[in-house]
């Protein structure tokens, strides 16, 4: 009975701390995307290596979520070649081009994350993300082929989606420190810091020329293409 009380207490600790996490999240990722940002949770943890129990419910939360951000981007590695297909310029074909590899390189670390939880890799649809994904392909729809319209508006659902995994890896890193999984905390936190960089790529590319060129764009030069 004791052990039960000291188990939930121990339990509710962690799930204070993960909100406590989740609330510094944005300003830790700006501040502290390095180590350090990890040490200091692993500190403010106590230092204890507590494996999790997989049965807690915030243990079963992060389970969750690991699947659904799992079919994310799953399903983002059949879209973004969709959407470079779909893209004006070089540049942002380019760069769908290299997130796509990179959307690649985060589904395996996923399922190296489900390997150290002794867990088979899995996904669970992600409503998200099927909203999202559905936003590019009306924008493909109905922005003009060669324009650079198509491409300021792709930049920005691409956008979005990075938020979405930016906002759930920021999260799950915090979680995971939280449940005293370092190792798959840091995994995790190179998936967040190359979503970080691919944002403000794209932020870059909407600047540098295609949002200015779209702007210039008139229904005559569409209508032409
Ligand atoms: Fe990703
Ligand atoms: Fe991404």
Not at 40 to 69: H, R, W, Y
Not at 88 to 117: P, W
Request: proline share 2%.
């Amino acid at each position: 009975m004791a052990k039960a009380t000291q188990e939930q207490s121990t339990t509710q600790k962690s799930g204070s701390q993960a909100s406590a996490g989740l609330q510094s999240t944005t300003a830790q990722n700006a501040q502290e995307k390095d180590s350090t940002s990890t040490m200091t949770s692993q500190e403010n943890n106590g230092g204890a290596n507590v494996k999790m129990d997989d049965t807690a419910p915030l243990s079963k939360f992060f389970l969750d979520a690991l699947k659904d951000i799992y079919w994310a981007e799953k399903a983002l590695t059949e879209t973004l070649p969709k959407m470079q297909q779909a893209a004006t310029t070089e540049e942002l074909q380019d760069a769908f081009e290299d997130h796509t590899l990179q959307t690649q390189k985060h589904v395996l670390r996923l399922e190296k994350v489900f390997k150290l939880l002794q867990l088979p890799a899995e996904g669970k649809k992600c409503d998200a993300m099927q909203g999202l994904i559905k936003e590019g392909e009306e924008i493909i729809k109905n922005t003009p082929e060669g324009s650079m319209t198509r491409d300021a508006a792709l930049i920005i659902a691409a956008q979005k989606v990075e938020h979405y995994e930016i906002a759930t890896y920021g999260g799950l890193v915090q979680i995971a420190l939280t449940l005293g999984e370092s190792e798959i905390a840091e995994i995790l936190d190179r998936t967040l810091e190359e979503e970080e960089e691919t944002d403000m790529n794209l932020t870059d590319i909407a600047e540098s020329s295609i949002n200015f060129s779209a702007q210039e764009e008139t229904e005559e030069d569409v209508e032409d293409l």
